[in-house]
Each structure stands twice: as C-alpha cells, then as structure tokens.
C-alpha cells in the first residue's frame, strides 16, 4: 500500500492511499486509514476511486505538527514532479 498526503490551498488535507498490488479496493478500516482517522479524527468526505484507492478529506487544523512538516515536503515534492515534467502549467 502507498499513499500520498498533499496540503490544499484551502485549508484541508487530501491522503490518497492506493490498493497494494494483489487487488482489493482501501477502505477506512485498513490498517492505513485506520492510522490516518485515528490522528487526525473521522475525515471532512472520503470516496473510492475505481482502481480500489481511497481519497480522505481533513482539516489542516486536525494535523499534528510533525505530520504537517512531512505533509509540507510531500506536497512540495509532488509540485515540483508535475512542473518538471509539464503537466503542469502556470498562468502569468
């Protein structure tokens, strides 16, 4: 299982955690999302996606300091991934 933590510009963190490769859909009672819900309490809106994934919803303000400090670095990581390689565009 992998998952991802991005800081939205609107005050909320999004987790995605992904299926492990064997199949089966991630549901909040896997030992990930389990983790996630118990630190930062029951999530804002949480949904499926079709590849088993599942998408969380919290408020930033719910986040533990030294989660948030990882969450900063993922986030910045994944920006700068999408930059490079052009997915992204910025308007001027």
Known sequence: MRCSVDLALNGKTLVHIWPKDDGGAVDLEDELAEAFVCMM????????????????????????????????????????????SGVCSLAM
């Open 41 to 84: 309490g029951q999530p804002q809106a949480c949904v499926s996606g079709r590849s088993g994934e599942l998408v969380m919803l919290f408020p930033h303000q719910n986040m533990p300091d030294d989660v948030r400090d990882i969450a900063e670095r993922m986030t910045t990581r994944h920006l700068i991934k999408r930059l490079e």
